[in-house]
């Protein structure tokens, strides 16, 4: 089976063998406690999620969504990844998996400010 590469990336998705043992690593760590802000949190579940690439189709969506319940458990608004931004959005994705994650963190601050506002805006 050949490993499938992250797209604009040098990255491989690990082989299919590997995804029950890293969904059981990613399990793990979501039930443990982070000495972090939530927007990290959320983040980081994101970046992870699509980096172990579970699914054929998806990946970004569920990840996404993991990313979404989080900030709204922690009493955030949701991170929003508008289709203009979906370029930028791959392209810290890609910077994340290559060990630069603040490209990924900032989209994802600057996503979450942007709801804020706009939740305030109708208040």
Same mark, same amino acid.
């Given at each position: 089976?050949?490993?499938?590469?992250?797209?604009?990336?040098?990255?491989?998705?690990?082989?299919?063998?590997?995804?029950?043992?890293?969904?059981?690593?990613?399990?793990?760590?979501?039930?443990?406690?982070?000495? *972090? /802000? &939530?927007?990290?949190?959320?983040?980081?579940?994101? +970046? @992870? %999620?699509?980096? *172990? /690439? &579970?699914?054929?189709?998806?990946?970004?969506?569920? +990840? @996404? %969504?993991?990313?979404?319940?989080?900030?709204?458990?922690?009493?955030?608004?949701? +991170?929003?990844?508008?289709?203009?931004?979906?370029?930028?959005?791959?392209?810290?994705?890609? +910077?994340?998996?290559?060990?630069?994650?603040?490209?990924?963190?900032?989209?994802?601050?600057?996503?979450?400010?942007?709801?804020?506002?706009?939740?305030?805006?109708?208040?």
């Amino acid at each position: 089976m050949t490993e499938s590469m992250a797209a604009g990336s040098n990255y491989r998705y690990p082989d299919a063998i590997k995804i029950p043992d890293l969904m059981d690593e990613f399990g793990d760590w979501l039930s443990q406690s982070h000495p *972090i /802000h &939530p927007v990290e949190i959320a983040t980081e579940t994101h +970046a @992870r %999620l699509v980096t *172990i /690439h &579970p699914f054929t189709a998806g990946n970004g969506r569920v +990840a @996404r %969504l993991l990313m979404n319940l989080h900030l709204l458990r922690m009493g955030y608004p949701l +991170a929003i990844v508008q289709a203009a931004d979906r370029a930028t959005y791959i392209d810290a994705v890609v +910077a994340w998996q290559s060990g630069n994650t603040e490209p990924l963190l900032l989209m994802v601050a600057n996503c979450v400010k942007a709801s804020a506002l706009e939740i305030l805006s109708l208040v």
